[in-house]
């Protein structure tokens, strides 16, 4: 199996379809030990010390007032022999292309240095904290001057080549978008190779290889995270279970426990 795996982004507010976190320090010490990779795009606007990241074996460095730009699909991890801090977002891929910029057509330099979008982080990082009443309104029109600027200055089309090197990923990509996008109802797996390409068998096991998971693993996993989001926010255990296509409840108990690591009712507020 491979020694990297795939990266679940869900966003806790549908009206922030983005995942946005505070700032990041890592050290020696303290870092991911296994490289991702996810099918959205990643920013990480650098504010202090030194870093570098390896995104398909290929690495880039970094440091302050740098911005990293990690593209989706591709393998990658952050390092830093000292100490670097940075701010995080990954806009989703839905927002952006109900904006009309299509991520998954562009690809982007892995590293700029911007005047513009160290301030526009600055100004996501200030109203991520902020408890204005026009937070989301200001968060969302912040990270599309983000990707305005970013697309404007430094998106382009790939050369066939390195789609070619991307036909797996793609494929494997196909499966999660469909389950995502339909995990609120009974789903096959023959419908799952169908709309994504893949065969029924093999893609099963390429599945499981770029991944580190099976096809149904990932469906459980994937509706169990979302069911807890929606009890989190004050959902009936037996409505989240309804939602996220889970018909029998003692069944979703037992799935949630296995996948979340606790019972569906710890997650009431």
Known sequence: ??????????????????????????????????????????????????????????????????????????????????????????????FCVSNGIDTDRLVYPEKIRDAEMNKLSRELESHYHSSDYLRTAKIRRTVLDMMINLTEKYGRLPDETSNGKKADFIRVRNVIRFIRDNYGRGITLDEIARYSGINKYTGSRDFKELTGITIVSYLNNYRCRVAREHIISGMSVSEAAEICGFTNLSYFSKTFRKYVGELPSKNKV
């Open 1 to 94: 199996m491979n020694d990297f795996r795939y990266e679940t982004h869900i966003a806790c507010d549908p009206l922030l379809p983005f995942v946005l976190d505070d700032i990041m320090t890592l050290t020696p010490d303290f870092f991911n030990p296994v490289p991702n990779w996810h099918d959205d795009l990643e920013i990480l606007n650098c504010r202090e010390g030194e870093g570098y990241v390896i995104m398909d074996g290929k690495r880039v460095d970094f440091s302050a007032g740098d911005t990293v730009i990690i593209c989706p699909l591709v393998i990658h991890n952050v390092y830093s022999d000292s100490s670097v801090s940075f701010f995080p977002v990954t806009p989703g891929r839905d």
